[in-house]
């Protein structure tokens, strides 16, 4: 079994641990509907997509 020989130091384990922060979502404005949605996907309020309509969503009646 392998144990390690010395112990970890603090800093050389914050630094492996460096890239496991949580990043943000870049969220965009819908052009057509105003809704804020995720870049490069389709607006889940209206279902348009590069200003053309990919889903159709029905509005209530």
Request: proline share 5%; with cysteine; aromatic share 2%.
């Amino acid at each position: 079994m392998a144990v390690p020989k010395r112990k970890t130091s603090k800093s050389k384990r914050d630094m492996r641990r460096s890239h496991d922060a949580l990043k943000s979502t870049n969220a965009v404005v819908c052009k057509k509907c105003g809704e804020l949605k995720l870049q490069h996907n389709v607006c889940p309020s209206c279902g348009d997509y590069a200003g053309k309509e990919v889903i159709s969503k029905k509005q209530p009646a």
